[in-house]
């Protein structure tokens, strides 16, 4: 008998749901995030486990790893295009676990890629550079914001990152005004000496890679956009074709209308 497992992936606890070839649950249960458990779970059904529809959460490393690893066939599942029938009066975790199998066994599963797990660590040191950035750009706003409530004026982004203590001095602030103004630069040049170390970090490990040498040819792109272009696509070969790469990337226009009128 064939089998198919849906797991409902959560922060502290998994909904696994197998169902049968004629779509009959066998198992439908809420677990520990425990890999051992869940795995105890799936080789308790009795039957051929087809495959394991995994929810692409943002903790689901571990267990499509530990399920590979342990030999089981892990789908990790294109969430966003994973929709339910709208009409349904009464939805929780167990009805999507099982949707999830049943879609795999109608083999109508949207799936996400598997990014190697060699290579996953390197491109969230990256992403993280992208969270330190935004850090260092809410510090400018925060001093932009301060000068044009008390002063009315307004400086510019690199003009407030040349800045040092006696420009501070100079202004004509109260001194806890003037404090606030240096504790924000203190902070924003922290953030700036920790985004240098991991752009050096990442560089290091990607700069040999030929994908990386091919996109700095390309005028436009340099280095940051090199790393950040070739971390993210990972195997431009699982992309079927230009097409492809290019929705992946976002740049291919989408329209949606009924009768005439545009639905987003």
Same mark, same amino acid.
């Given at each position: 008998?064939?089998?198919?497992?849906?797991?409902?992936?959560?922060?502290?606890?998994?909904?696994?749901?197998?169902?049968?070839?004629?779509?009959?649950?066998?198992?439908?249960?809420?677990?520990?995030?425990?890999?051992?458990?869940?795995?105890?779970?799936?080789?308790?059904?009795?039957?051929?486990?087809?495959?394991?529809?995994?929810?692409?959460?943002?903790?689901?490393?571990?267990?499509?790893?530990?399920?590979?690893?342990?030999?089981?066939?892990?789908?990790?599942?294109?969430?966003? /295009?994973?929709?339910? #029938?709208?009409? %349904? &009066?009464?939805?929780?975790?167990?009805?999507?676990?099982?949707? $999830?199998?049943?879609? @795999?066994?109608?083999?109508?599963?949207?799936?996400?890629?598997?990014?190697?797990?060699?290579?996953?660590?390197?491109?969230?040191?990256?992403?993280?550079?992208?969270?330190?950035?935004?850090?260092?750009?809410?510090?400018?706003?925060?001093?932009?914001?301060?000068?044009?409530?008390?002063?009315?004026?307004?400086?510019?982004?690199?003009?407030?990152?040349?800045?040092?203590?006696?420009?501070?001095?100079?202004?004509?602030?109260?001194?806890?005004?003037?404090?606030?103004?240096?504790?924000?630069?203190?902070?924003?040049?922290?953030?700036?000496?920790?985004?240098?170390?991991?752009?050096?970090?990442?560089?290091?490990?990607?700069? /040999?890679?030929?994908? #990386?040498?091919? %996109? &700095?040819?390309?005028?436009?792109?340099?280095?940051?956009?090199? $790393?950040?272009?070739? @971390?993210?696509?990972?195997?431009?070969?699982?992309?079927?074709?230009?097409?492809?790469?290019?929705?992946?990337?976002?740049?291919?226009?989408?329209?949606?209308?009924?009768?005439?009128?545009?639905?987003?």
């Amino acid at each position: 008998m064939e089998l198919y497992a849906g797991i409902d992936l959560h922060s502290n606890n998994s909904v696994v749901t197998v169902l049968d070839e004629a779509d009959r649950t066998v198992y439908a249960k809420r677990l520990p995030n425990d890999l051992d458990t869940i795995m105890a779970a799936l080789r308790a059904c009795e039957g051929t486990l087809c495959g394991v529809a995994v929810e692409s959460t943002y903790n689901w490393y571990w267990l499509v790893d530990g399920l590979q690893d342990a030999g089981f066939t892990v789908h990790l599942v294109n969430t966003t /295009a994973v929709k339910q #029938y709208d009409g %349904l &009066k009464h939805s929780g975790d167990f009805s999507d676990a099982r949707h $999830l199998a049943h879609l @795999l066994r109608l083999g109508i599963l949207p799936v996400g890629h598997i990014y190697p797990r060699a290579q996953r660590a390197v491109r969230d040191l990256l992403r993280k550079r992208s969270q330190l950035v935004r850090y260092r750009s809410a510090q400018i706003l925060s001093v932009q914001n301060l000068l044009a409530r008390n002063l009315g004026t307004r400086a510019r982004s690199g003009e407030v990152k040349r800045w040092q203590a006696k420009s501070i001095d100079a202004m004509e602030l109260l001194e806890e005004q003037k404090q606030a103004l240096k504790a924000t630069l203190a902070v924003m040049r922290c953030i700036d000496a920790q985004i240098r170390v991991v752009e050096r970090s990442v560089l290091a490990k990607v700069k /040999a890679r030929a994908d #990386y040498k091919a %996109l &700095k040819t390309v005028s436009g792109i340099g280095e940051v956009l090199a $790393l950040t272009i070739a @971390l993210e696509t990972g195997d431009i070969g699982r992309f079927a074709g230009p097409g492809n790469f290019a929705s992946y990337a976002r740049t291919v226009k989408s329209t949606r209308e009924s009768n005439g009128k545009k639905k987003g």
